[in-house]
């Protein structure tokens, strides 16, 4: 299944993995994980989701990876409340979300504009005593960037600062960008 994922043939996958099930062969967590990376990276994450509604049905329960690897593509493909009503799932479920789950879910707002509920994710993480990463911030900074909000990317590069996070080269061509952006703005008035 691996292969015919990695060489996006999917559907050949799906099908192998339909021929093992019909035989009453036991996948495997990373059988299953496998595929349902395979399926959410070609777009077809609403597929992927009922791969561990039927592990649950046997004696495998679905893992954080999966979860957090299905939240991720339901984020990229814009389907923010799928992928929250997933993350409370899995959470119901007793599996408790990491940083990467938090990101996935970050990002998806802040793509779709949310930047309030985005920074009210990104709190309640923090409260649950689970630290930001680079990648956290470079999202904020990001969102904020894009929002135009000086003051907030301003504020987050003085939290990554306060949890002794290095801004890196992402961190660093986002704030460049933005201030070419803002600087020709200022230019484009003047003239």
């Not at 990491?98 to 802040?110: P, Q």
Request: hydrophobic share 40%; charged share 20%.
């Amino acid at each position: 299944m691996k292969g015919l994922c990695i060489n996006n043939d999917i559907g050949k996958a799906l099908d192998f993995y339909g021929d093992l099930t019909a035989k009453e062969f036991q996948l495997d967590v990373i059988s299953y994980g496998t595929l349902v990376n395979g399926l959410c990276k070609t777009g077809k994450t609403r597929c992927a989701v009922k791969l561990p509604q039927n592990m649950a049905r046997g004696r495998l329960k679905p893992n954080l990876v999966m979860y957090s690897t299905i939240i991720d593509g339901f984020c990229k493909e814009g389907l923010i409340t799928e992928a929250s009503d997933l993350f409370h799932e899995m959470i119901g479920h007793g599996i408790s979300p990491n940083v990467v789950t938090y990101n996935s879910l970050i990002n998806g707002l802040c793509c779709m504009y949310k930047w309030l509920e985005a920074a009210k994710l990104f709190n309640q993480m923090r409260l649950k005593g689970i630290n930001p990463n680079v990648c956290t911030f470079n999202i904020l900074v990001d969102a904020f960037c894009k929002e135009g909000s000086v003051t907030k990317v301003e504020a987050v590069v003085g939290m990554m600062m306060k949890y002794d996070i290095k801004p890196d080269v992402v961190t660093y061509n986002t704030l460049i960008d933005e201030y070419c952006w803002i600087n020709n703005v200022d230019k484009s008035r003047v003239v």
